[in-house]
């Protein structure tokens, strides 16, 4: 009901095995059942946006088991969010972290679980969902199609293949897409608007398309890019994701 409804999206399966062994020990408490449900969510997502049970996982644990007992849960739980999730993570550090490669990155695989619980649409999609082509083992394409920003120098597989290059998108469209420059296809897309008939994707209303922006944090200036605003693209598109990982986050 968080929006992770893969295995492939788990990063870390200490910090799962952690969250439900948080959810067997507030369900003795007197906390309401659907404020359990709430918190050990939002424990989740917290522990996994921080890599908290990464790195001496073993001691973490240890500490938070005696501070929760100690304090109850949800102070403890008020001081580590307070602590760890200022607006400087969420405008800075989430951002800087999205500056990876990585499509199994921890950061990435939350802002997929954003989108499930969303109920988003893919890239240019009126009808597939995020969820669905998860389930189905979808591919993630690239915003800025790859063999495009290879022809245009970009030759590094760490550069076009950055997680805010990624979308997931179904595979007809990506394949009209090929290797066109966004300037190009989405002019294509903005067009199909006004026939009536669906080139690349399904869109074919100029609203549903902004919305569409919206949920898959596409910059609204996308009709507008070459090669050489690849690098402001991905900027700005880290930007968006870690906003809509926030709003998720406060949404639980």
Same mark, same amino acid.
């Given at each position: 009901?968080?929006?992770?409804?893969?295995?492939?999206?788990?990063?870390?399966?200490?910090?799962? /095995?952690? &969250?439900?062994?948080?959810?067997? %020990?507030?369900?003795?408490? *007197? =906390?309401?059942?659907?404020?359990?449900?709430?918190? @050990?969510?939002?424990?989740?997502?917290?522990?996994?946006?921080?890599?908290?049970?990464?790195?001496?996982?073993?001691?973490?644990?240890?500490?938070?088991?005696?501070?929760?007992?100690?304090?109850?849960?949800?102070?403890?739980?008020?001081?580590?969010?307070?602590?760890?999730?200022?607006?400087?993570?969420?405008?800075?550090?989430?951002?800087?972290?999205?500056?990876?490669?990585?499509?199994?990155?921890?950061?990435?695989?939350?802002?997929?679980?954003?989108?499930?619980?969303?109920? /988003?649409? &893919?890239?240019?999609?009126?009808? %597939?969902?995020?969820?669905? *082509? =998860?389930?189905?083992?979808?591919?993630?394409?690239? @915003?800025?199609?790859?063999?495009?920003?290879?022809?245009?120098?970009?030759?590094?597989?760490?550069?076009?293949?950055?997680?805010?290059?990624?979308?997931?998108?179904?595979?007809?469209?990506?394949?009209?897409?090929?290797?066109?420059?966004?300037?190009?296809?989405?002019?294509?897309?903005?067009?199909?608007?006004?026939?009536?008939?669906?080139?690349?994707?399904?869109?074919?209303?100029?609203?549903?398309?902004?919305?569409?922006?919206?949920?898959?944090?596409?910059?609204?200036?996308?009709?507008?890019?070459?090669?050489?605003?690849?690098?402001?693209?991905?900027?700005?598109?880290?930007?968006?994701?870690?906003?809509?990982?926030?709003?998720?986050?406060?949404?639980?």
């Amino acid at each position: 009901s968080a929006g992770f409804i893969s295995e492939k999206m788990i990063n870390s399966k200490i910090t799962l /095995d952690f &969250a439900y062994s948080l959810y067997l %020990t507030l369900n003795k408490t *007197l =906390i309401p059942k659907p404020q359990i449900k709430r918190l @050990v969510q939002k424990w989740y997502v917290l522990t996994t946006l921080t890599s908290r049970y990464i790195t001496s996982p073993e001691s973490f644990m240890d500490r938070d088991i005696r501070a929760m007992v100690e304090k109850g849960f949800v102070e403890f739980f008020s001081e580590i969010e307070a602590a760890v999730l200022s607006e400087t993570f969420w405008d800075i550090g989430l951002p800087q972290n999205l500056e990876t490669s990585a499509p199994k990155s921890p950061y990435f695989n939350v802002y997929l679980a954003s989108q499930v619980y969303s109920g /988003d649409t &893919a890239f240019l999609s009126v009808s %597939t969902k995020i969820s669905d *082509l =998860i389930n189905i083992m979808g591919d993630i394409h690239h @915003v800025f199609p790859k063999g495009y920003l290879i022809e245009n120098g970009v030759n590094e597989a760490s550069k076009y293949n950055q997680v805010a290059n990624y979308a997931y998108m179904d595979t007809q469209a990506n394949i009209s897409i090929g290797k066109k420059a966004p300037v190009d296809y989405i002019a294509e897309v903005v067009n199909q608007c006004n026939t009536r008939i669906p080139i690349i994707g399904q869109i074919i209303d100029l609203q549903t398309l902004m919305n569409n922006f919206v949920a898959n944090c596409i910059p609204d200036n996308i009709g507008d890019l070459r090669a050489g605003d690849y690098d402001d693209f991905l900027k700005e598109r880290r930007k968006l994701i870690a906003r809509k990982i926030k709003r998720f986050y406060e949404a639980l």
